[in-house]
């Protein structure tokens, strides 16, 4: 039996590929679903597109990848899922195909999470033409998040979190029983993969406003699922600068790491660099825009984004306080050594989510070195050998830090900044950004004036660690200036090697 279908409400923009679909697929049916859909009724781009067919759908999206020289990569063989990465017109696209949830387009509609969701147009037909059995389109108007069916949390936990993203995403007020449903059903995520749990969670990281998908999270109950390190930092108060306890103070490095974010993005506006903080920001450090960006856009190797994991890191960052937590006999509060607790606190949760060891790498550093651009402020000086021990000691994380460290400042002082204090914090990073982007070869990793056999054999050594020793010890000579020459660096080497075995004697 055929579905009715409804005229769009208006003129529908579908991304370019969509037409360029048509003679790929040929005689096939095969419906535009999902996303794509609602995307065009919000106006919104669309750069991932989900087709439903009765048949295989693996073999479609091979055909599809195919014809437009892209990728193709099966994903679940027994649903009949495949997935083609094609580029179109400059512009990359990822291409899922997926057999029925059931027998027909309108049995797949009703299986899926949300009714904004559930909304479908006939690929080879018309596309102003709508297949809505659950009313998403009036849903998607009246700004309400509604599930298919009373079953849908409960056949899909990580749907809970599908729930909280998309609600925030697209500004929908998540409707009353299926809130109930979070609630209830949503607590069994504990028993979904950690890798799907990951993937919604990262997702949601990276989107828009994560604070308030944050705060959304744990009204529900699920963020300390995810994140069970939060409990403990609430109600953990803080002395003098700080103007929240941790939790909030928490809360608010990540809304100010989105802050940060959207200032160095190409989305920034008059309007949004006004803010006095977010201003001088702009006005300090727009020399380094250009690389920042490039910095947030790298790839990570599995497809997620800079900005999720800054902003996890955020989260994570004063994880370590709770523990850390003593006060003086003056009554004042002290968190000595909390980002080493943090960082390890943070690997357990980089472990659990089965993120990458390059994220975990990143993330851990970010949060163990975060304070250090602080102490180098309160230094009376910022040393070439301060600046080259910055980058040693965060290695990949360092650019991150940076970063981390403008959102936490902000968030520490609220609503109290001090222009002069905040200039002189941002001059630290200026200079620390300058050093990595423009004086890389002669400050942060200066190219070896000797390497290690040439060592051993001017001073006769065998391999051992203080081989190592003296080479690190020569590159920081050479980053601050006081070397310049494969000479020297042998003097220096023979000179450090007689003391330490003076030293010995």
């Not at 959304?216 to 994140?227: Q, T």
């Not at 947030?296 to 900005?307: A, I, Q």
């Not at 004063?318 to 003056?330: F, H, Q």
Request: glycine share 6%.
């Amino acid at each position: 039996m055929s579905i009715a279908e409804i005229p769009a409400p208006f003129l529908l923009e579908y991304p370019p590929l969509v037409s360029a679909l048509l003679p790929i697929i040929g005689r096939s049916e095969a419906y535009l679903v999902g996303g794509a859909v609602r995307d065009a009724l919000l106006r919104r781009p669309s750069h991932d597109l989900d087709l439903a067919t009765p048949e295989d759908g693996r073999r479609l999206a091979k055909r599809i990848a195919n014809a437009l020289q892209g990728d193709y990569y099966a994903l679940d063989p027994e649903r009949g899922v495949g997935r083609a990465i094609v580029t179109y017109e400059g512009v990359r696209y990822s291409v899922d195909v997926a057999r029925f949830r059931g027998d027909s387009l309108e049995e797949d509609l009703r299986g899926r999470d949300f009714t904004v969701n559930a909304i479908a147009a006939p690929l080879r037909g018309d596309l102003q033409r709508l297949i809505d059995p659950l009313n998403g389109v009036q849903d998607l108007f009246d700004k309400r998040l509604r599930r298919c069916t009373p079953d849908s949390i409960r056949d899909d936990p990580i749907r809970a979190l599908r729930a909280v993203r998309q609600s925030v995403q697209f500004k929908l007020l998540i409707e009353r029983e299926t809130r109930v449903d979070l609630r209830t059903h949503g607590v069994n995520i504990v028993h979904s993969s950690p890798e799907r749990v990951r993937d919604e969670f990262m997702t949601m990281l990276g989107g828009v406003k994560p604070q308030a998908a944050l705060r959304a999270l744990d009204s529900l109950g699920l963020l300390r699922l995810i994140v069970p390190e939060v409990d403990a930092m609430r109600g953990v108060a803080q002395s003098p600068p700080h103007v929240y306890d941790v939790w909030e103070h928490t809360l608010n490095t990540v809304e100010r790491m989105a802050d940060v974010i959207f200032t160095i993005s190409p989305q920034r506006t008059e309007e949004s660099a006004a803010d006095a903080a977010l201003g001088l920001i702009v006005y300090l450090l727009d020399a380094f825009r250009a690389q920042l960006q490039a910095h947030l856009e790298s790839p990570l190797p599995n497809g997620r984004s800079v900005r999720a994991l800054l902003v996890l890191a955020a989260l994570l960052h004063d994880s370590g306080k709770p523990a850390a937590r003593s006060v003086d006999e003056d009554g004042r509060i002290h968190f000595y050594r909390h980002e080493v607790i943090g960082a390890e606190l943070a690997q357990v949760r980089a472990e659990a989510l089965r993120l990458s060891n390059e994220e975990t790498a990143r993330l851990v550093g970010c949060v163990r070195h975060h304070m250090r651009p602080m102490h180098l402020r309160n230094a009376e000086s910022l040393s070439r050998r301060a600046v080259y021990r910055f980058w040693k000691a965060t290695n990949s994380s360092g650019v991150d830090v940076c970063l981390l460290t403008l959102a936490d400042y902000l968030a520490m002082v609220g609503a109290h900044l001090q222009v002069q204090e905040w200039l002189a914090h941002l001059q630290v990073v200026r200079a620390l950004l300058d050093a990595y982007f423009n004086r890389r070869e002669e400050v942060v990793a200066p190219p070896p004036l000797i390497n290690g056999t040439a060592l051993m054999q001017a001073l006769n050594l065998q391999p051992s660690r203080i081989v190592g020793q003296l080479l690190e010890q020569i590159a920081e000579a050479q980053a601050t200036g006081e070397i310049s020459t494969a000479e020297e660096a042998l003097e220096l080497a023979r000179q450090l090697y007689a003391n330490k075995n003076a030293a010995q004697l």
